[in-house]
């Protein structure tokens, strides 16, 4: 059982939009910002999105982070079937001490 | 383009050491935060714990017991002990570069390596 929640599936047509939510509490995502990971199994997952909302150099602006209160988001648009992987959360639980991650959410583009 | 592979023996026997070791290529060791992350199959990432470049640790403490980091900075390369392992040990294991801005995340991962513990 993951500390943060996602959805275990989305899925959505190709040139579409999505959006993957990611519910935690006040000590992990209430007060402590979340990044983003995208992941083929078998390859390194990618980071996406950190500080809530912040691309890497590289990551098209299709990505976009977002946080209300103790949950974030990410959302993809101009869906393509190359988006298609894994998708995970994540952030500092300050009262476990720990990095915590979601479940994660398998993206389908139909 | 910093890289991490990760190397070790895919089998371990239950209550022994699983020991990994990662390497960075394309960037130095030095000046930064490394982790291992895994991931048991059909389930999601489990932070392990970090290891600085300077020797200092920080470790998951639901595992705090069982691990040691170390990191080798001339061969830019750090390691991963996790004792008394059991079947619940068996996963996919990344190392990752820890960076931190309002929280830790982490900006490159190694494609990880699949560690079994069975007899």
């Known amino acids: 059982q993951s500390v943060l929640t996602q959805p275990p599936s989305v899925s959505a047509a190709p040139g579409q939009k999505v959006t993957i939510s990611c519910s935690g509490s006040?000590?992990?995502?209430?007060?402590?910002?979340v990044s983003w990971y995208q992941h083929l199994p078998g390859t390194a997952p990618k980071l996406l999105i950190y500080?809530?909302?912040k691309r890497p150099s590289g990551i098209p602006d299709r990505f976009s982070g977002s946080k209300s209160g103790t949950s974030a988001t990410l959302g993809i648009t101009g869906l393509q079937t190359g988006d298609e992987a894994d998708y995970y959360c994540g952030t500092w639980d300050s009262s476990l001490t720990t990095v915590v991650f979601g479940g994660g959410t398998k993206l389908t583009v139909l | 383009q910093v890289q991490l592979q990760e190397s070790g023996p895919g089998l371990v026997k239950p209550s022994e050491t699983l020991s990994l070791t990662c390497t960075v290529s394309?960037?130095?060791?030095?000046?930064?935060?490394w982790s291992w992350i895994r991931q048991p199959p059909g389930k999601g990432l489990e932070w392990i714990g970090y290891i600085y470049y300077s020797g200092s640790a920080n470790y998951n403490p639901s595992l705090k017991s069982r691990v040691t980091m170390s990191v080798d900075t001339s061969k830019n390369q750090f390691s991963l002990k996790l004792s008394s392992v059991t079947a619940a040990d068996t996963a996919v294991y990344f190392c990752?570069?820890?960076?931190?801005?309002?929280?830790?995340?982490?900006?490159?991962w190694g494609q990880g390596t699949l560690v079994t513990v069975s007899s």
């Open positions: 394309g960037g130095s060791i030095s000046s930064y935060y």
């Open positions: 500080d809530n909302n």
């Open positions: 990752a570069r820890q960076r931190y801005s309002g929280s830790y995340y982490f900006d490159y």
């Open positions: 006040s000590s992990n995502i209430g007060n402590n910002y």
